[in-house]
């Protein structure tokens, strides 16, 4: 089965960041929310290994759904876990300083992918995502693959 990679760089209040390395050699760069305890809807998803089948979702279009995300606390399984296109991934519940208002957020436990990471409206954020995540389904030929995230 085809692989990639997420190492995790950088976590805050304005999100989760990382870099994806994909087995045939291309790189993306990822946001996710910030660590919450593993919280449904409020945190990325734990380091772990997990199978990711290509899905249409009737909200993100064409994404990854990433399988058997588990609650430890908790005998169920959060569900619905995308790789799909944003930019945020703050933490709502927050304001951001240097903008006086809420963190901004795409995301609700999900992975967005980009082709890069800056700053959009005063915030942190990944850049070109949809183009990223073109790129990410044509590196697996809209296959499946195992993603470990560390």
């Known amino acids: 089965m085809r692989s990639a990679t997420l190492k995790r760089y950088s976590s805050s209040d304005e999100g989760t960041f990382g870099k ?5 050699g291309l790189v993306l760069f990822t ?6 305890d593993n919280a449904r809807l409020r ?3 734990p380091p772990g290994r997990y199978q990711c089948d290509f899905r249409h979702s009737e909200k993100f279009g064409d994404c990854y759904h990433v399988e058997g995300v588990a609650v430890p606390w908790h005998p169920s399984w959060r569900t619905a876990i995308l790789i799909h296109a944003g930019n945020w991934a703050g933490d709502t519940q927050l304001v951001n300083p240097a903008t006086g208002k809420r963190y901004l957020s795409d995301l609700r436990g999900c992975i967005a992918v980009g082709t890069d990471v800056g700053n959009i409206k005063g915030q942190a954020a990944v850049k070109n995502s949809a183009d990223a995540l073109r790129q990410l389904a044509e590196a697996f030929a809209r296959a499946p693959f195992e993603l470990t995230i560390v």
């Open 20 to 24: 994806l390395a994909i087995d045939t």
């Open 31 to 36: 946001a996710e929310l910030p660590w919450r």
């Open 43 to 45: 945190s990325c998803i």
